[in-house]
């Protein structure tokens, strides 16, 4: 089940300009911010995620599409169990994206009632110097 696609258009397994070690200070910034943003939405803070999202999702999706549709993807899958980062790719470029600097990162996920999900989050570092996330997607 998908959360949210916002105007990323994103095949989770398509990278492109992928980057490693020397973007290790921003993949750990970026994650940061994606961890304190989960939270919100592990707490069912819908709204305060959609505050704290990145501009091109928060044009993308209103801030009641967006509460809906993270009801109907989190509520089936129960109350958060455990979540063991996977993987992290810097990158500059997304499919349908902008150019900017984006950090994928994907998740192995435990949820009450789903023992093996994959979250992906993109956080994307905005204008102001701060990471806001541009997509969330639950499988």
Same mark, same amino acid.
């Given at each position: 089940m998908?959360?949210f696609?916002a ?6 397994? &398509?990278?492109?300009h992928?980057?490693?070690?020397p ?17 919100l ?7 305060a ?10 044009k993308?999706v209103?801030?009641?599409?967006w ?6 993807a ?10 063991t980062?996977?993987?992290? &790719?810097?990158? &500059?470029?997304l ?11 994907e998740?192995? &996920? ?10 992906t ?19």
């Open positions: 998908k959360l696609a105007a990323l258009l994103l095949s989770a397994t &398509t990278f492109a992928a980057q490693g070690a973007n290790q200070e921003a993949i750990d910034a970026a994650k940061k911010a994606a961890d304190t943003w989960l939270a939405v592990d707490a069912g803070q819908y709204k995620s959609w505050e704290q999202a990145a501009e091109p999702l928060r993308a209103s801030v009641t599409q509460e809906q549709g993270s009801r109907a989190r509520m089936p899958v129960g109350a958060l169990q455990g979540r980062l996977a993987s992290s &790719t810097y990158t &500059t470029t499919p349908g994206a902008p150019q900017g600097q984006y950090v994928v990162l998740y192995t &996920t435990r949820f009450a009632d789903r023992a093996n999900a994959v979250e989050v993109i956080p994307t570092l905005e204008a102001d110097g701060k990471w806001r996330m541009a997509g969330y997607f639950l499988k």
